[in-house]
């Protein structure tokens, strides 16, 4: 359990819990709610979840207030989610989903500023300590490198990237946006897979 | 031909049917509101016990002295009837509200040139509470709901108007009551239409509202979910 999640104040705030009917508040209180969300389950590196859990959990359930969001506003605020990009339901019955603080495409940026620097500074770091000058002529020049999953998420290269520790199902997600892009390929890599940067 | 059930001899036969119905149905009533009555008094004779025992603690304790009085509700015992009796003498309760009233009555009255008779539960807590000093038993909204509605049945002029999911006390006399509780009651709506309140719906009892602006204004960060129920009786 992550130490001190900071509520908003709107979590203190009663009629946080019922949807408003006015237009305008309501849109306001949709965005809180989105953020919160986000951010309760960043903290708490809560990378999926079932309805159910969702209802009982502290972030809809503030027990100490008396204050429950009822199942409807919850569905409201899950749709909200999924059309920003930062849910995917994970079965037909729209009973688990997949929740990511950050959209997929967005990791997939990191991810691939990450693979190119990498590659670029060991092979010009390579060169560098063969006694050549090394000039850069454009950013976008060869890369080609290949990474596993595990290393991406745990290996040492990693460690101090955002990403680094960031679940499976999530990295897959930001994989398959750079692969859209043809910034990269996800392949087999013996028993498990792995990613080509371009 | 012959009809069964019609005739003179019927409806008398009829008749004594009824009464002799009648008659077992008092019996049965008896027997029963004898059964409940001793109940009940066994009842209220543990419950004189259990006033007598914990006597210390209902002065001092003030969610104590919120379940206590409940469970006497449920057996129709007013503790803060006035007058002699076991209640008022064993406990003193009564004495407790009766000199809580008398503060209330001087905070509303010392305040209402300023405020025109109206005042917000929260702030007369804060006032009865300064006026008490550090010594006296601690007094929870609650009380201070309840000496209240002892006021309103002495007929004194005070009101409770549930606002904001909280209770504006009124101290002004009788007759300017009403239009003061529907003006606010419309205005909550209006606020609720024009964006600036919120509505709650899982409050005890109507739907609240609730006004931003206020809410982060008069409570501070320590101010916890216990202390906003404690306003509601």
């Excluded at chain 1, 203190?12 to 949807?19: A, C, D, E, I, Q």
């Amino acid at each position: 359990m992550a130490m001190s999640f900071e509520w908003p104040w709107q979590y203190r705030f009663p009629p946080f819990f019922t949807l408003q009917p006015n237009v305008d508040t309501r849109q306001k209180q949709l965005a809180a709610w989105c953020s919160l969300v986000l951010s309760f389950c960043r903290l708490h590196k809560q990378s999926s979840m079932t309805v159910m859990e969702a209802q009982e959990s502290p972030l809809f359930n503030n027990v100490k207030l008396q204050r429950k969001l009822p199942v409807e506003s919850i569905q409201i605020v899950l749709e909200e989610l999924r059309k920003k990009g930062n849910l995917e339901w994970l079965d037909k019955n729209k009973s688990s989903f997949l929740i990511m603080w950050r959209r997929p495409e967005e990791w997939g940026k990191l991810i691939y500023q990450w693979g190119s620097r990498l590659s670029e500074r060991s092979f010009c770091g390579y060169l560098k300590s063969c006694g050549l000058v090394v000039r850069r002529v454009s950013r976008s020049g060869q890369n080609n490198s290949v990474f596993t999953l595990y290393e991406l998420t745990s290996g040492e290269d990693t460690e101090g990237e955002e990403f680094h520790g960031l679940d499976e199902a999530t990295l897959l997600r930001a994989l398959q946006a750079l692969q859209q892009e043809h910034k990269a390929e996800i392949i087999t890599l013996g028993d498990g897979r792995g990613v080509k940067f371009f | 031909m012959h009809r069964r059930g019609v005739g003179a001899g019927a409806i008398a036969k009829k008749k004594l049917a009824e009464a002799k119905y009648k008659e077992r149905g008092t019996v049965l009533a008896e027997d029963q509101l004898n059964q409940m009555s001793k109940q009940l008094d066994m009842f209220k004779t543990n419950l004189e016990e259990f006033a007598s025992k914990h006597k210390q603690e209902i002065r001092k304790n003030p969610e104590f002295r919120v379940q206590f009085q409940d469970m006497c509700a449920t057996i129709g015992v007013d503790p803060l009837a006035s007058g002699k009796g076991f209640w008022s003498e064993m406990l003193g309760v009564g004495d407790f509200y009766y000199e809580l009233g008398v503060q209330i009555i001087e905070v509303c009255l010392a305040l209402r040139h300023r405020n025109g008779g109206l005042i917000m539960l929260e702030e007369l807590h804060q006032q009865v509470l300064k006026g008490r000093g550090k010594f006296a038993q601690d007094v929870s909204q609650d009380d201070l709901i309840r000496a209240i509605k002892k006021l309103k049945a002495l007929g004194t002029g005070f009101g409770i108007i549930p606002v904001g999911g909280t209770y504006l006390i009124q101290s002004v006399p009788a007759e300017l009551n009403m239009d003061h509780t529907v003006v606010l009651q419309l205005a909550e709506e209006h606020l609720l239409k024009e964006g600036l309140a919120w509505l709650d719906l899982q409050a005890a009892g109507e739907a609240h509202y609730w006004l931003p602006a206020l809410f982060t204004d008069l409570y501070s960060q320590e101010i916890t979910a216990e202390e906003a129920r404690e306003a509601l009786p």
